[in-house]
């Protein structure tokens, strides 16, 4: 991910204009940081709205700054400066301004793309993977993060190695395949059994490295170097959201924003952005969008995992209880808990209510989601409801339906040309 930013108010335009392009090229990755520390120090009247800080985003892909042509290098040069949508039905039932992040239109498909490539870059600058090498990145995934890995494997010479739940769609399995991941299906186990797809991802990593320095003269490995991705731990996941995500939002609207709503699976997410925006936007809500059998609920309600039979930290993450993919966990995870405290509500979202949200948008929008898309916008809309008119609600539209075809899309039924008469209201109130 290769965006800039400097703030255009008042100090930093000028400085930046004098440095020009060719340095603007040069400052990549803490930029977030900078705004973040810079605001935090101008804004001390505590409102986050007394002096509104404005931030251009600089683009660092541009091939030629001299022929004013607008090239993106490679597809790493897609990834970020995602649009932001309004989406017309969900404005219009609630009178609010309800708004989505298209994190969809990275080039990998969803915002996994983001952290994929932060988690391979951090790697790179420490040494431990080394580009067009054939080094392997490992990981553990049933959803977007494998798809993202392998796209940005092939674009910088790696090659990626994914576990997962042997039970997870074929649209995915075969797309991975297609980017030419090497996968490997593990049954679906509980997060303390050594063969879970994450464990099993480890310590596939651990045995390449330990051939590696042994350095057997036999072994194909012996010049290999792997890691293990670790989205759920590795601080390079929600540390790209604040740099990059967090710093989009801003510049994208300013301070008109009241509600972040969005699930978590990571929780790379809700922590990076809201770890951005919180001391820029203090009155901000941050609202935790969470699918059933998801522990986050009560976390954040009321400090405790949900289900009590099954101690925190134990459960499977594997989640058997409902169509929603990507979101949900039962187990507390690093990228969560640096943003936890910083997560004021929770909504709870049914399947059922994300079957009929799913409808609704590609009926009314012509918008069609994935399923944790759909809890995220059911729980927007509720939030919309408890703000009441003339708020501005920004949630996550996290990847597109065509990965969702064969179990969320199935369920949801025929489409026809019609429009279904289910309102925003009944949606919103009906319950499993
Ligand atoms: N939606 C989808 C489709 C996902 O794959 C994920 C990540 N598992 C999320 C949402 C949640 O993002 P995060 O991991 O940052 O919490």
């Not at 008119?389 to 075809?405: E, F, K, M």
Request: charged share 25%; glycine share 10%; proline share 3%.
């Amino acid at each position: 991910m290769t965006i800039n930013s400097s703030r255009a108010a008042g100090v930093v335009l000028p400085v930046a204009i004098g440095f020009g392009i060719g340095v603007l090229l040069t400052i990549t990755t803490s930029y977030g940081y900078s705004i973040y520390k810079q605001h935090h120090h101008d804004d001390d009247n505590g409102t986050g709205h007394g002096k509104r800080q404005k931030i251009t985003l600089a683009d660092n892909t541009v091939a030629s700054s001299s022929d004013g042509r607008d090239i993106r290098i490679g597809v790493e040069g897609l990834i970020g400066r995602t649009p932001i949508m309004k989406i017309k039905s969900l404005s219009q039932a609630t009178g609010c301004e309800i708004l989505a992040k298209v994190e969809m239109m990275n080039p990998g498909g969803s915002a996994k793309d983001r952290i994929a490539l932060a988690i391979v870059e951090q790697a790179e600058a420490e040494g431990l993977l080394r580009p067009n090498s054939n080094d392997i990145v490992f990981e553990g995934t049933s959803g977007s993060t494998g798809i993202s890995l392998a796209m940005i494997c092939r674009a910088k010479g790696y090659r990626a190695h994914i576990f997962l739940p042997d039970d997870t769609s074929t649209e995915k399995i075969e797309l991975l395949e297609k980017l030419g991941a090497v996968v490997e299906k593990v049954p679906p186990a509980s997060i303390v059994d050594k063969n879970q797809y994450t464990n099993a991802a480890r310590a596939r990593a651990e045995q390449i490295m330990s051939h590696h320095e042994d350095n057997d003269d036999d072994d194909d490995d012996k010049n290999k170097q792997a890691i293990f991705a670790d989205q759920f731990e590795n601080e390079a996941n929600w540390q790209a959201h604040f740099d990059h995500t967090g710093p989009e939002i801003y510049a994208q609207l300013g301070d008109s924003l009241h509600a972040f709503v969005t699930g978590a699976g990571t929780g790379g997410t809700i922590s990076g952005v809201s770890r951005f925006l919180k001391p820029l936007l203090p009155n901000l809500k941050v609202v935790l969008a969470d699918p059933p059998g998801s522990g986050l609920f009560n976390k954040v309600k009321y400090g405790v995992m949900f289900d009590l039979r099954e101690r925190e930290g134990t459960r499977r993450r594997h989640q058997v209880d409902t169509l929603i993919e990507g979101i949900g966990i039962n187990r507390l995870t690093n990228n969560f808990d640096v943003g936890r405290s910083l997560i004021d509500d929770a909504v709870r979202v049914t399947d059922k209510q994300s079957l009929a949200m799913a409808r609704y948008l590609v009926e009314r929008d012509g918008l069609f989601v994935g399923s944790s898309t759909a809890v995220n916008c059911v729980a927007a809309a509720t939030v919309a409801k408890q703000l009441g008119p003339g708020h501005t609600i920004l949630t996550v539209a996290c990847d597109s339906g065509a990965r969702h075809l064969s179990k969320f899309w199935k369920a949801v039924g025929p489409i026809g040309g019609e429009l279904s008469h289910e309102s925003l209201d009944q949606i919103l109130n009906q319950r499993d």
